[in-house]
């Protein structure tokens, strides 16, 4: 009983991190929720044995690591070419400061969607979501060097899709 509800303390306290790093990885609303329930419901069946071999910075990887297997995964299937749209709706028009910051949220989101799979997951672990190179390497299953490697990389193209009035969003 205790495992359970250790279990849904750490889906309750993580699963807006998870889909947070799952919405920029997909950016679909939709998508990343699914991504999201699919990790939790995969980690449950061995939540007792994970908790008695790691702590929680240990689960964390894990679930990121999961998070991102997923997505690669799903990516491979191609099940789907849906492109989802943004609901209308009823709230007022924002105002500039936020007019701004929404604009500059989807610039940088449209470029993301440009990358590759794995250099857009590789590109959002490491920078967004503040992992390091051995834990990217870990949860991506390559090596230190080549997290560095399409770190870069991503970030040049990054660089290229943005465009040199652009590229500053990168560093906000």
Known sequence: MTDELDFDEFAATRAKRLFQAAYLMCGDWHQAQDLVQTTLSKLYPVWGRLRRKNEI??????????????????????????IAVAEVTDHPAPGAEESRRLET???????LRQLPPRSRAVVVMRYLDDCSVEAVAEAVGISQASVKTISFRGLAKLREILGPERTLLLQD
């Open 57 to 82: 910075n240990g689960l964390d990887a894990y679930a990121r690591k999961v998070l991102l297997r997923t997505y690669l995964d799903h990516r491979r299937l191609r099940r789907s070419s849906e």
């Open 105 to 111: 949220r989807m610039t940088l989101l449209e470029a």
